[in-house]
């Protein structure tokens, strides 16, 4: 059934055939198997295609870093991903999936004609081709660059899974599973601290599952890791998490996991959300990511069946999958070595071993030997055959620096190692500093910024008694700064296999350095050549050479090609390595959702909506809604039939004529209490209030220090040192933010406590000539006279039946009420108001007719009339300054000389000479309209409406020198090219006298 | 409001029924004219809380209590701080209707809230209460056990707090 | 996300409780009408938005209430310490010292 599996060899459940499709052909592999592992076991290498040349691509990793094997996975209606890694995504029966960047077929592509014109695309292709002629731009490179950028296609519709998030609190959080952090977890665990293991496979182990030649303590390394893994599961205090990537590491020990939960699920569970979010806050960190091998760089290395010797070893041991018959090894470390042996010890019949090195321990030689291996040491690889297959690989031997004759091998894969790159991706996210170590020829960590202990390969340790210790170590070291005692175990182990290597640049060659294409990043595309001409192009710095070439710039980060491209840049600069540098890995550590990151913010979740207690029948009654601030707010009331024009202008009717009833609960409300609450009042606010009477009410201004308009609204004295004030609804968590800083330091000697009640109370505002008649008979307490109860007072009364704050104000210039009551009652109020009103003919009314009653009259809108730059005068309510207060809020700043200076936008009214035209809100206004282009703005149109009242639109707008351009004609140029004239005028447009407010 | 409770056998969500709640400003330094008000001894520090016979009072901030009572005895905390006015100046402003109260219990309780909880709660002694956040929404947290909590929210922010805590439940039933 | 101390509460919690509000030690002159513009002006807009150490105020807002200051490494994030609002700002040399 599977080729290149061996029989009862490795972790998958060879009882258990999983089915999975892909590009449509049905593969069969087992319970445990990724789809690479799945497609490696049918001999299936090809797996992509280049992003750049579309070269046929197979898969090089058997993990997270895999930069060639990505593929689209569809999971079921809109579970459709691209760019999943295919070394991790498990098999499971229906799963289907897809290779990406090919058309028609993955084995015919035709895009891979730019491997043909790679010229294009050298470094910095972007800039060099794409520069002239400027006419192509828009219709030939602009298409071209978007049709090839990106991997993969996006998918199209909607998401419809689940995304959650967690916060979780631990002691000691170890990122990796390997032998360092399983006993570095041990030691941790074993003390009774709360521990958190998390690894990114689908089960723990990390280099145990594909290296179980060691025994420890006795016991096979598989052994061993299922005691190990029994013991930590067992334990209360400690949670193993695996397919859970560490995406970020963040300030004082934040990290972010990636929890992936049903992607290898083929039933997943109604509710069960995908993937689950997880920010840890750890006592300490232990990071225990172990290394990655590198490729080496030479012609021709990146074609299908050439891959890490490491991959190949994972292949085996875990997934029981030869990678070939007929593999050869090419390296320059250790390490590789035993994947020849191991390969042919499973029965592979391997080519050779090709290493770049002329030393080789003589241990190793001997093994080979024993297997009658050929070793050909001292070698370079200059090419490689095979169209969708690696078939043989040409090799010299470099004798002084020069290449002698070339040989060609047969082979069916070639397993290569440039050595392994310590993984501290996530140490570099905290900032903490990358030393270069000559003797391990890595980047070790150095300067630490967090309470983090790395531990294992990631200190440039090798083999598995040495992390062992390590680990064990550092789970000491995490205790010891959590002021907890610890003793580290000890491990014995036996057959361990050690060993060392070398770094280096592109292989030497001895064909043209020009026409060789040795990739050093494969999923960008980047080629030894490009690095080499960004150097003699001018980069200097890495950041400059990383951004030229893109290397390192895909979605891999640069995994498996930073240090290859360090080292060759390094090599075209003429300097060493540490004094190039390095670039910056940044979070996420492997690419992660958006779904992660929203998690329960989606749809209707997306973000609060603040519903007031009248919100409910507002909807059984059909109305419109608009978002203001974080609440939703009825917005018009429509009939059968009416579009929001027609449901506006007859809202505005009925008001002015009759009755009209609006849900103003959203208005900020803040309850300002205490002895000195007068004096606070004096200092906050522009307007003065010593001598308002308790029951009695006024506009309040309020300005920020610079002396521009920050809010306002009406507030009640409810006793003499008690206040109800109102603010914008957007305005109030400012404004109670604002006057609580000045209350705790600015003025802490002041008696009085701000408390908000904008939630407490359900605020209904009554407008038109029937309002009186509609409240009078359904309140008690207070006596609704025009005498006893005139326009700006306030009282606590019962309406109908209901406690409540009785205001006389109006946003309308009708006369108006707004009833306050406990929040529960609001809705209750409101269908008895309903009820009460039904022989005036009561309408409910939103925010558009509020908004158009109150331009009417030429009353301001926080924010939409003022734009933080206006101040009083400008807005023409320089009425509302307490002139004889010695100070208050912003008072300095409307002194200063470009406050009082001439020239300034002020609010004014605006008539259009057609009355039919209403301006569009935002306009620029202009003088002249036949002015050439750019023209000179000299102001906007912020509000706008139609009054039904006044049979014409009006419109107010802020104009430079706006009062002293009283009748004169201004022009509002259109999108169309042309333009609307209209006149100034003042901003009160209907009853200027103010008669309505005094209906009786 | 009384919302259906909802559960499974690790946690439990319910909305409790409403309660006379009022917040309490006042200088510690005549905090003992309140307590007498209240009949309560007022905790100092802030995230202590006290009970007795239906009345709780919890510190949030420094100058800052909030009170709990049965709704029927609200009229009469009022006028008692009203008559102590004159001896302490203070601010008593009724919030009753400003929240809603949802009780979320069970063995489970506290890892549940870590769903959109950013604080260690094992740090959280039972009888405390602290203001924080939930998701985004401002809430009081109170612990009145080790698997039992409160959560008072504001009126219009309930339902992105309950419906929150629907999904949540439903994410933890399922086991996954 | 950072972990800041509320000197009032004397806890340790998550930056989502807290907002951030501004530069320190910046008092609103008693009398601004005794200020020259020119002064007023520096009292408005002028901030001194060190490379380093930073007197800052924050507000847990989600939390007491208060506002209180800080003194923050602007490179690092670090906070150095935190202090009640209207308290002077602590000698850094004492502070860093005990570290």
């Known amino acids: 059934m599977n080729p290149f599996r061996i029989k009862g060899r490795g972790r998958v459940n060879q009882d258990r055939p999983v089915r999975f499709t892909f590009d449509g052909k049905t593969f069969v592999g087992f319970e445990g198997d990724t789809v690479a592992s799945a497609l490696l076991a049918n001999g299936e290498h090809l797996m992509g295609r280049g992003f750049k040349y579309h070269r046929p691509r197979g898969v090089v990793t058997a993990g997270s870093e895999e930069p060639n094997a990505l593929i689209g996975t569809t999971r079921g209606p809109g579970r459709f991903e691209p760019n999943t890694r295919a070394t991790m995504q498990e098999i499971y029966d229906e799963l289907s999936t897809e290779s990406q960047n090919k058309w028609p077929t993955l084995k015919f592509d035709v895009g891979a004609i730019n491997d043909r014109l790679y010229m294009l695309f050298s470094a910095g292709f972007y800039y060099k081709t794409f520069m002239w002629p400027k006419s192509f731009w828009d219709k030939v490179y602009e298409p071209f660059i978007r049709r090839a950028a990106g991997l993969g296609r996006a998918p199209t519709e909607l998401d419809p899974d689940h995304y959650a998030s967690r916060y979780l609190h631990c002691d000691v959080l170890i990122v990796g599973s390997g032998p360092s952090g399983l006993a570095a977890a041990l030691t941790a665990a074993r003390s009774g601290a709360s521990v958190v293991v998390v690894d990114e496979q689908s089960e723990m182990g990390g280099a145990l599952l594909s290296e179980p030649s060691v025994d420890i303590d006795g016991d096979n390394a598989w052994g061993w890791l299922a005691t190990t893994l029994d013991e930590l599961a067992s334990l209360p205090n400690v949670r193993l998490m695996s397919r859970t990537t560490a995406i970020g590491y963040y300030h004082q020990n934040m990290v972010g996991l990636c929890q992936k939960l049903t992607d290898h699920l083929s039933d997943v569970p109604v509710d069960a959300p995908r993937e689950r979010l997880w920010r840890v806050r750890a006592g300490q960190v232990i990071l225990a990511q172990g290394a990655i091998e590198r490729p080496m760089v030479f012609d021709g290395n990146d074609r299908p069946g050439v891959m890490m010797a490491g991959a190949a070893q994972t292949f085996l041991h875990r997934f029981g999958v030869k990678v070939g018959d007929r593999p050869l090894i090419l390296t320059s470390h250790d390490s590789a070595w035993h994947t020849a042996f191991d390969l042919a010890d499973a029965g592979c019949k391997v080519a050779a071993i090709v290493d770049t090195r002329t030393d080789i321990p003589p241990a190793l030689m001997h093994a080979a030997m024993a297997r009658n291996i050929e070793t050909l040491t001292g070698h370079t690889a200059t090419a490689t055959s095979g169209r969708l297959r690696v078939k043989s690989i040409r090799v010299n031997p470099v004798r002084g620096g020069a290449v002698g004759a070339a040989r060609t091998i047969p082979c069916d894969a070639v397993l290569m190692c440039g050595g392994w790159t310590p993984s501290l991706h996530l140490f570099s996210h905290t900032k903490g500093s990358l030393d270069w170590d000559a003797k391990a020829k890595a980047y070790l960590p150095g300067h630490k910024t967090e309470a983090v202990h790395i531990a294992g390969a990631g200190r440039g340790l090798w083999g598995i008694a040495a992390v062992l210790e390590d680990g064990a170590k550092a789970g000491a070291d995490a205790l010891r700064d959590l002021g907890r005692k610890a003793g580290a175990a000890t491990y014995a182990v036996t057959g361990d296999r050690t060993g060392a290597g070398i770094t280096q640049k592109e292989l030497p060659t001895d064909r043209s350095p020009g026409s060789a294409k040795a990739f050093v990043d494969f999923q960008n595309d980047v080629t030894a050549k490009d690095i080499r001409l960004a150097v003699r192009e001018g980069m200097r710095s890495i950041e400059h050479v990383k951004r030229y070439t893109t290397n390192g710039m895909a979605t891999d980060q640069g995994k498996l090609s930073n240090m290859n491209g360090l080292t060759i840049a390094s090599d075209a600069l003429g300097k060493d390595i540490p004094q190039v540098g390095l670039t910056t890995f940044r979070p996420p550590y492997t690419p992660t959702t958006f779904g992660a990151l929203a998690g329960y913010h989606k749809g209707s979740h997306f973000e609060v909506t603040r519903k007031t207690p009248i919100d409910s029948w507002a909807t059984e009654h059909d109305a419109a809604f608009e978002p203001v601030a974080l609440w939703r707010r009825a917005w018009y009331f429509p009939k059968a039939g009416e579009d929001m024009h027609a449901a506006v202008n007859r809202e505005c009717k009925a008001t002015r004529q009759s009755l009209g009833m609006f849900d103003a609960s959203t208005l900020g409300k803040i309850e300002v209490s205490g002895p000195d609450a007068v004096e606070f009042m004096n200092r906050m606010y522009t307007n003065p209030w010593t001598k308002l009477g308790v029951g009695r009410c006024r506009y309040g201004l309020l300005l920020g220090e610079d002396g521009f308009i920050r809010d306002d609204g009406v507030i009640g004295r409810m006793r003499d040192d008690l206040f109800h004030v109102t603010t914008t609804t957007g305005g109030a968590a400012r404004v109670l933010n604002m006057m609580e800083d000045y209350l705790q330091t600015e003025w802490p000697d002041l008696q009085v406590w701000l408390t908000s009640t904008t939630e407490e109370w359900a605020t209904i505002a009554i407008n038109g000539p029937n309002a009186r008649k509609l409240l009078a008979p359904l309140v008690e307490g207070q006596d609704m006279s025009d005498e006893a109860f005139p326009h700006m007072s306030v009282a606590e009364c019962k309406v109908a039946g209901f406690s409540s704050r009785l205001f006389r104000i109006s946003f309308t210039g009708e006369l108006g009420y707004e009833v306050n009551v406990p929040a529960r009652h609001g809705r209750a109020l409101w269908e008895k108001l309903m009820e009460a009103g039904k022989p005036y003919d009561i309408c409910p009314y939103g925010t558009e007719t509020m908004h158009v009653l109150r331009a009417e009259k030429g009353y301001i809108i926080i924010g939409q009339d003022t734009d933080g730059t206006v101040t009083p005068e400008d807005a023409g309510i320089g009425w509302a300054i307490g002139k004889a207060k010695p100070d208050f809020v912003g008072k300095r700043s409307l002194s200063r000389p470009d406050i009082v200076a001439k020239g300034r936008k002020q609010l004014i009214g605006l008539l259009t000479d057609n009355p039919k035209d209403v301006l569009i809100e935002g306009a620029q206004i202009v003088l002249d309209p036949k002015q050439p282009k750019p023209m000179k703005m000299i102001g906007h149109v912020t509000s706008s409406y139609w009054s039904e009242a006044l049979g014409r639109s009006i419109a107010m707008a802020v104009v430079e020198g706006g009062f002293d351009r009283m009748g004169d004609t201004l022009h509002i140029p259109t999108a169309d090219g042309g333009s609307q004239a209209a006149k100034v005028t003042g901003c009160v447009f209907y009853d200027p006298a103010g008669d309505r407010l005094k209906v009786e | 409001m009384n919302a259906p409770v909802k559960s499974f056998d690790a946690v439990s969500v319910a909305v409790l029924p409403p309660v006379a709640r009022l917040n309490l400003r006042i200088a510690p330094a005549n905090l003992a004219v309140a307590s007498a008000a209240f009949g309560l001894t007022l905790p100092t520090k802030i995230g202590q809380g006290v009970a007795k016979k239906g009345h709780a009072a919890w510190c949030l901030g420094p100058d800052e209590w909030l009170l709990h009572a049965p709704e029927a005895d609200q009229a009469a905390i009022v006028a008692d701080f009203t008559a102590a006015r004159v001896k302490a100046p203070h601010s008593l402003t009724v919030i009753s209707d400003r929240e809603f109260t949802i009780a979320i219990t069970g063995p489970r309780a506290q890892e549940f809230l870590s769903v959109a909880c950013p604080l260690d709660l094992s740090r959280m002694a039972p009888g405390t209460a602290k203001r924080t956040l939930f998701d985004t929404a401002q809430v009081v947290l109170i612990r009145d056990a080790d698997d039992a909590f409160r959560i008072e929210v504001w009126r219009s922010f309930f339902p992105h707090v309950s419906d929150l805590l629907d999904i949540a439940l439903r994410e933890f039933a399922c086991g996954l | ?99």
């Open chain 3, 1 to 99: 996300m950072l972990l800041i101390h509320c000197p009032y509460c004397d806890d340790t919690l998550p930056e989502l409780e807290f907002a951030y509000a501004g530069e320190a030690h910046i008092a609103r002159p008693a009398d601004p009408s005794k200020l020259s513009d020119e002064e007023w002006r520096d009292f408005l807009f002028i901030r001194s938005n060190p490379r380093g150490l930073h007197a800052e105020r924050w507000r847990h807002i989600n939390g007491c209430g208060r506002f209180f200051n800080a003194l923050r490494d602007t490179v690092s994030d670090r906070f150095l310490t935190t202090y009640p609002a209207g308290h002077p700002r602590p000698d850094v040399t004492k502070l860093e010292a005990a570290e």
